[in-house]
């Protein structure tokens, strides 16, 4: 009778803990809103999981601490404790409860992940390419964003490639994270439901510039997007009939900005990971082998295309990822642009 009371009062103060538990972690907000429709199952198995987390830290301390408390050693108290070997009804609860356990969330964790995974064939595909340090986004109507616009309520699946080392496209308020993996497409398939402003982080330690690797996710009514499409579809259309000819100095500037150069090429004179682009065009360049050349335009280009064929002196080689994606086009105006900066 007297263990009995024991019981009956860990027992409430484990559902006490339990619950105080929850709602403090609960109440810390970990969660950014939820965006998309995969977020709705994996918060409600994240919520289940805090839930069981909280009860079990409950059943662990609260005997823990009781005992510690009620059945302390008195003053006076010298006996020895009481010796005890083995329970085996009580082995056989703690190994049969946690089994059946683990085999259920096993269960709830693959449908939960079955409900994520699950395929609209009418996905809408855009092309996602990672790089040191920026992203890519090619629309299938053949124009090139560095914002990932997404049309709400509709599945989109993001067909992602990089192109030097391992990234992450990861946007927390869609809940999905996956790998970008060189030589290989790797998918993520989203159903984004809220409209609004988000962003995609890199996930995934890249580089000295990792940190900056971000660029703008815009979540639009269907309409809206529609008219986005049709507006850079136009766009697309008319940069290509007038780049036809003539290099421009302004595209090289947007691609200098938008393709990653930025990163390690500065405009003021300041050394980066990479030499300035101050003065470059026509200046004598010192190379890490002894010799030196000029910086002409087959120069520019060559250090553009095959950066490792010269190395400019007290740069490690290899450094500068290789753009092979650029079109002889865009390099022309990369190089218009660097002859502008005097
Ligand atoms: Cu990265």
Not at 136 to 152: D, I, V
Not at 184 to 208: F, L, Q, S
């Amino acid at each position: 009778m007297q263990n009995m009371r024991h019981y009956v009062i860990m027992a409430v103060l484990v559902v006490v803990v339990a619950v105080l538990t929850y709602s403090g972690l609960n109440s810390l907000g970990l969660m950014p809103v939820a965006a998309s429709a995969q977020a709705l199952p994996i918060d409600w198995l994240f919520d289940l999981q805090v839930k069981a987390m909280a009860f079990f830290f409950a059943v662990v301390i609260v005997p823990l601490a009781y005992s510690l408390i009620v059945f302390r050693r008195r003053d006076g108290d010298t006996s020895e404790g009481e010796h005890i070997e083995g329970n085996t009804p009580l082995e056989l609860t703690w190994t049969a409860i946690p089994l059946v356990i683990v085999i259920a969330m096993g269960y709830i964790g693959a449908s939960n992940l079955a409900q994520i995974r699950a395929v609209d064939p009418q996905a809408a595909q855009i092309k996602v390419t990672g790089f040191q340090w920026g992203w890519r986004f090619e629309y299938p109507q053949g124009f090139t964003s560095n914002t990932l616009y997404l049309p709400a309520d509709q599945q989109v699946v993001l067909q992602m490639e990089s192109l030097d080392v391992l990234h992450s496209f990861w946007v927390p308020e869609f809940r999905l994270k996956q790998d970008l993996v060189p030589g290989r497409i790797t998918e993520y398939r989203i159903t984004p439901t809220r409209v609004g402003d988000y962003k995609v982080r890199c996930a995934e330690i890249c580089g000295t510039s990792h940190a900056y690797m971000e660029a703008p996710v815009k979540v639009v009514s269907r309409a809206d997007y529609d008219i986005w499409v049709a507006d850079q579809t136009a766009q697309a259309q008319a940069a290509a009939a007038a780049s036809a000819g003539q290099p421009d100095a302004g595209r090289g500037r947007t691609l200098y900005e938008e393709s990653g150069c930025k990163a390690c090429h500065s405009l003021d004179g300041s050394k980066g990971v990479g030499p300035t682009w101050k003065g470059l065009f026509e200046e004598s360049v010192a190379l890490a082998d002894g010799t030196s050349v000029t910086a002409d335009e087959a120069y520019l280009i060559e250090s553009i295309k095959m950066p490792g064929a010269k190395t400019v002196e007290g740069y490690p080689p290899n450094a500068m990822p290789s753009f092979t994606y650029l079109k002889d086009g865009q390099v022309a105006d990369l190089v218009a642009f660097i002859k502008t900066l005097k």
